[in-house]
């Protein structure tokens, strides 16, 4: 499992996360930043664990971010 986390008070709603890795990450119906699926969430909408399978998309995503508010670990 890889740990990742989402700043989201600096994401600008571009979209390229959810689109580069739409099973991990999606829009915020609420606030329309970015967030993690529940299904891999562990604390809050920001922060959760993706299976190794998921490592390229997510990866991705995290380098197309333009504001660079998705961490990997």
């Known amino acids: 499992m890889i740990k990742v986390t989402i700043e989201r008070d600096g994401c600008t709603s571009c979209g390229s996360c959810w689109a580069d890795c739409p099973e991990f990450f999606e829009e915020n119906p609420d606030d329309n930043f970015s967030q993690i699926i529940e299904k ?26 333009p504001v660079s508010v998705i961490h990997v670990s």
């Open 40 to 65: 891999y969430r562990t604390s809050g909408v920001g922060e959760g664990e993706a299976p190794e399978d998921m490592v390229d998309c997510i990866t991705e995503a995290c380098e197309d971010c």
